[in-house]
């Protein structure tokens, strides 16, 4: 069964710096290589927004609020993605998420929250 589960959030002052990690399970080496990765958030009372992709072909994409902040990576060998995210502010916080679609079929982690403190 393919799972998604995110690791990594928690409490931070502004200007602080986490690692958000995404572990694929359930999947083959083969196609996890060959797919990316979306880093989503959802603030409360605001909707779903994506803050970073990574895609097949290894290039990043981010939102503006996050650019020069963020950086997307994964590691074949672990089977899992990484946000690594610099310069925290309290905007920041929200539930992250991780989704991707393999062979047709989107899926998502259950999300770690992420507190970004005054």
């Known amino acids: 069964q393919r799972r998604l589960v995110e690791s990594g959030g928690g409490l931070v002052q502004s200007g602080g710096s986490l690692k958000l990690s995404c572990r694929v399970s359930?999947?083959?080496?083969?196609?996890?290589?060959?797919?990316?990765m979306n880093w989503y958030r959802q603030a409360p009372g605001k909707q779903r927004e994506l803050v970073a992709s990574?895609?097949?072909?290894?290039?990043?994409n981010y939102a503006d609020s996050v650019k020069g902040r963020f950086t997307a990576s994964k590691d074949n060998t672990r089977r899992s993605h990484y946000l690594q995210m610099n310069d925290l502010k309290p905007e920041d916080t929200a539930v992250y998420y991780c989704?991707?679609?393999?062979?047709?079929?989107?899926?998502w982690g259950p999300g770690t929250q992420v507190t970004v403190s005054a």
């Open positions: 989704s991707t679609t393999y062979t047709g079929q989107e899926y």
């Open positions: 990574l895609t097949n072909g290894g290039s990043t």
């Open positions: 359930g999947i083959i080496l083969s196609v996890f290589t060959a797919s990316g």
